[in-house]
């Protein structure tokens, strides 16, 4: 919140299934006690409008995924996606935080971003001529 922005996490697991990974410690195979809401998608509606559904017949499950939208003031557009598809794999939280101070920072200042660009970083303009 302290960047402007909310964070879900969404499952195709159900809320019992939530509960109980809630109550498990990390330890234990759980996530313990977390901070932000868990939504059930068990319905799969979520997973399937955002085309993260496996492929695999009889897999019920989603793709490891994170995406950004932009606030609605802003138009509520999808501005990133990134898509892990070995459930083995978790993505970065550090990647995320620091994609998202580069989207604020795109908006702002209506400069690019190179890869690994960093908050206080010098970004790109777009423009030669002001670039200069």
Request: proline letters at 5%.
């Amino acid at each position: 919140r302290d960047l402007g922005c909310e964070v879900l996490a969404i499952s195709t697991d159900s809320v019992y299934a939530h509960l109980h990974w809630t109550r498990t410690l990390r330890s234990e195979g759980g996530i313990g006690s977390v901070e932000i809401p868990i939504v059930s998608d068990v319905t799969h509606k979520i997973s399937k409008d955002f085309g993260i559904q496996t492929a695999d017949e009889g897999d019920t499950s989603s793709l490891r995924t994170l995406v950004i939208v932009s606030p609605d003031n802003q138009g509520g557009r999808i501005r990133h996606v990134s898509v892990v598809s070995d459930q083995a794999v978790e993505q970065s939280v550090d990647e995320a935080l620091r994609l998202i101070h580069a989207l604020q920072h795109v908006e702002k200042h209506h400069e690019q971003c190179p890869v690994d660009w960093m908050p206080g970083e010098e970004a790109v303009v777009p423009d030669p001529q002001q670039s200069q």
